[in-house]
């Protein structure tokens, strides 16, 4: 592959980086401060808008669905798109206001692929515009979520109507005041073939019968004003028409789903740790230890080194993972999407430790970025499957492929 960025890539990168500057970074503080006062912690800053109006005049709108759903899209490559979701990883808040934060990406890439028309007209068109938010309901306390096979959660269907029963949490995006729409996934078949007996269905988060139990702390955090929620679904009726796709498709749409997601966590988790390595590499220069600035203690540049070069491998499997999923598609593409879930993460984990390491007690603070970003990248190595399943599924093609070769 070229490693050079394609000159409409570089232009829009640019400009990118140039709302960032001017719009972003300059109100981040704020940004934090407003939802830390504010009595409702679920509603997001109103300058939230007048930022993602900029942003739409800007051409910097739904950039992440490729070319093949256009209109609805900005008709990139993942190749294209890799470079711009880091710029947006360097803020944790960013992506919303490009309308490229997930889960609201994925739940809109699952409706552009599968979904109805009445579907698309109805939820994917105002997700699009961002005048909505929505969430993605899978993961579930009872049982071992990695796996997805084992949820629990019931869809059956009665006449017209499908009947939810069931126990989610870690929903993302659901304690958002903004958020209309959850993509539920549970068996309509217990009895069918292991892959067959999920589906996955719309249900309005003012159904009744959906209750929003508790907010759920990731490493201490709450994530407001988004959130991820613990979510009882009791004798939840929704029409059969929201069922995505057909009976029996649920783990299809959701292999379908989590390819593009996993990489646009890692291309995020690179712009965390990128702007960790900037922040260092300032601090450094500030700090006087020992008679002398941090820069010049040699276990400092060394450490600073590490952490650049841990980047630059991951950015460019990243790249080149975007790029296998653009030539062959995201099922051949398959083992080096799990190579970066696996890398990318751990390395994130890694640079922001060390860049907290740098900073000293500052870096543990409220007075930085870095424990938000480091709780963001330790979660993201659970999130969209765990290290351990796309190592065990890694490992074994790997096997394969090179007994297949000898045989």
Known sequence: MNFDYSQPTQDRLKKLQSFMQEHVYPIEARYHEMV???????????????????AKQAGLWNLFLPKEYLPYGAGLSNLEYAPLCEQMGRVLFSSEIFNCSAPDT????????????????????PLLEGKIRSAFAMTEPDVAS????NIQTSIKKEGGEYVINGRKWYTSGAMNENCKILIVMGKTDPDAPRHQQQSQILVP????????IRPMAAMGYLDEPIGHAEVLFEN?????????????RGFEIA????????????????????????????RVEQRVAFGKPLAKQQSVRESIAQMHCKIEQARLLTLKAADH????????????????????????????DEA????????????????????????????????????????????????????
């Open 36 to 54: 830390e006062k504010n009595p409702f912690k679920w509603r997001t800053p109103a300058l939230m808008e007048d930022l993602k109006k900029e």
């Open 255 to 282: 292999q379908g789903r989590l390819g593009p997601g996993r990489i646009h966590h890692c291309m995020r988790l690179i712009g965390c740790a990128q702007r960790a390595l900037d922040m260092a590499c300032e």
């Open 146 to 149: 990695s796996d997805a096979t």
């Open 205 to 212: 988060i003012d159904t009744q019968g959906v209750t929003l």
């Open 106 to 125: 994925g739940n809109m890439e699952v409706l552009a692929k599968y979904g109805s028309d009445e579907q698309k007209a109805q939820y994917l068109e």
């Open 356 to 407: 907290i390491q740098m900073f000293g007690a500052a870096g543990t603070s409220q007075d930085t970025i870095l424990s938000a970003t480091l709780a963001y990248a330790r979660t993201i190595r659970l999130a969209d499957g765990p290290d351990q399943v796309h190592m065990m599924q890694l490992g074994r093609d790997l096997i394969a492929k090179q007994n297949q070769a000898q045989a």
């Open 236 to 248: 939840v009726r929704v029409p059969v028409e929201n069922l995505i796709l057909g009976e029996g």
């Open 325 to 352: 999923m653009d030539k062959y598609g995201n099922k051949v593409a398959k083992n080096i999407i799990a190579a970066i879930k696996i890398v990318a993460p751990k390395m994130a984990c890694e640079v922001i």
